[in-house]
T-cell receptor
Framework: NAGVTQTPKFQVLKTGQSMTLQCAQD?????MYWYRQDPGMGLRLIYY???????DKGEVPNGYNVSRLNKREFSLRLESAAPSQTSVYFC?????????????FGSGTRLTVV | DAKTTQPNSMESNEEEPVHLPCNHS???????IHWYRQLPSQGPEYVIH???SNVNNRMASLAIAEDRKSSTLILHRATLRDAAVYYC??????????FGTGTRLQVTL
């Protein structure tokens, strides 16, 4: 019962470097989400994909791009990392777009940009 | 998105019941009320959700006010493993979870 798997778990980048955070779910969920959490704060939505083939911006999309590769996988790319993107990144999925169903979260990727 | 108000922190003794309140006075008629919790250094974990009627599951109970402007998450017997930040989140057809700062629950022996 893997649920939502995120890789890598930890990453240190230098300012200006690029990287892709990977997320995969094995629950056949339609919707997938990327959040970031800064120290002492709640989660903020970066991007989401309500269904395969669609993506939409969330609250804090600047500096990020996403790809919904297939129904299972949703990746988050930082093209030119900045220290302000130091955060913990969480991927989540749910079975449908409405409020009926609960979300399943991954364990997070801890990213430090120096 | 409906605005929520939760206490910043609460304390409980182990084995005691805990009632975590949430005010969501601007909730729309079709929003479900979701509760999640986040244990230290982990991702959020779904706890329970409901629309109008009270709900029970193996983790907790959810009591929803008749006017739906508030709800209470009830942990029947708190354990040390229940120490976490608890988030109350009205969620509608827009499908996005919007997290506030939640309630930090401390459980002591």
């Amino acid at each position: 019962n893997a649920g939502v798997t995120q890789t890598p778990k930890f990453q240190v980048l230098k300012t200006g470097q690029s990287m892709t955070l990977q997320c995969a779910q094995d629950m056949n969920h339609n919707s997938m989400y990327w959040y970031r959490q800064d120290p002492g704060m709640g989660l903020r939505l970066i991007y989401y994909s309500a269904s395969e083939g669609t993506t939409d911006k969330g609250e804090v999309p600047n500096g990020y791009n996403v790809s919904r590769l297939n129904k299972r996988e949703f990746s988050l790319r930082l093209e030119s990392a900045a220290p302000s993107q130091t955060s913990v990144y969480f991927c989540a999925s749910r079975t449908g777009p409405r409020g009926v169903y609960g979300y399943t979260f991954g364990s997070g990727t801890r990213l430090t940009v120096v | 998105d409906a605005k929520t108000t939760q206490p910043n922190s609460m304390e409980s003794n182990e084995e005691e019941p805990v009632h975590l309140p949430c005010n969501h006075s601007t909730i729309s008629g079709t929003d479900y009320i979701h509760w999640y919790r986040q244990l230290p250094s982990q991702g959020p974990e779904y706890v329970i959700h409901g629309l109008t009627s009270n709900v029970n599951n193996r983790m907790a109970s959810l009591a929803i006010a008749e006017d739906r402007k508030s709800s209470t998450l009830i942990l029947h017997r708190a354990t040390l493993r229940d120490a976490a930040v608890y988030y109350c989140i009205p969620t509608g057809t827009a499908s996005k979870l919007t997290f506030g700062t939640g309630t930090r629950l401390q459980v002591t022996l």
